[in-house]
């Protein structure tokens, strides 16, 4: 390749290919990576979580030792790296907290640990109060991608419905099918 003026098109292919994707915890498995690789950008726009995603993929996110200041209330109130605006100040003001411009598609920001941790055992608590062909009812609402709480009311509502439908047979109907099946 020339370094003459214009002349910046190569002719050649690449001369070495990468045989393997780059793996950022190929050769570090410490906590820190973990945590790093376990971030879900939330509060920010689509480009700005992509920017921020792209980071953490290929190494190069920086953890923020101590909190940042915010640039609208000035406190020390940012938590995680290259956000400019804290959370409150960033919902209130509908705005993404990283580049700081008003957006419409903001990816919203999860329960906390907490809620999360609540809500965890609450559902574990109300499927232990169902019977064994609602859980699996239920189980199935979850592998189509449905949520938990929907999910939860979708397979409690239709085993209700069923149970009204299936009351109508008589023990005559019953029998009567078992030893046909005996027969056979």
């Not at 498995?29 to 950008?41: G, V």
């Not at 109060?129 to 699996?136: D, S, Y």
């Not at 209700?160 to 109907?173: N, W």
Request: proline content about 4%; charged content about 35%.
């Amino acid at each position: 390749m020339s370094s003459q003026r214009g002349n910046v098109a190569r002719t050649r292919t690449q001369k070495y290919q990468n045989s393997r994707a780059f793996k950022n915890d190929m050769h570090d498995k410490s906590s820190k990576i973990k945590m790093i690789n376990n971030l879900c950008p939330e509060g920010i726009c689509h480009r700005c979580k992509e920017i921020i995603e792209w980071k953490i993929k290929y190494k190069k996110y920086k953890p923020l030792s101590q909190p940042a200041t915010c640039v609208r209330c000035h406190d020390k109130t940012v938590k995680r790296a290259y956000y400019t605006v804290c959370q409150p100040c960033a919902t209130e003001a509908k705005v993404c907290a990283k580049c700081n411009t008003k957006q419409e598609n903001i990816v919203k920001p999860g329960p906390s640990e907490q809620e999360k941790m609540l809500q965890d055992g609450q559902l574990k608590f109300e499927l232990k109060q169902l019977k064994e062909r609602q859980r699996r009812s239920f189980f199935r609402h979850i592998e189509k991608g449905e949520s938990p709480s929907v999910a939860l009311e979708a397979a409690s509502a239709t085993l209700d419905e069923k149970s009204f439908d299936g009351d109508e047979t008589t023990d005559d109907d019953e029998t009567s099918n078992d030893e046909e099946y005996c027969r056979s």
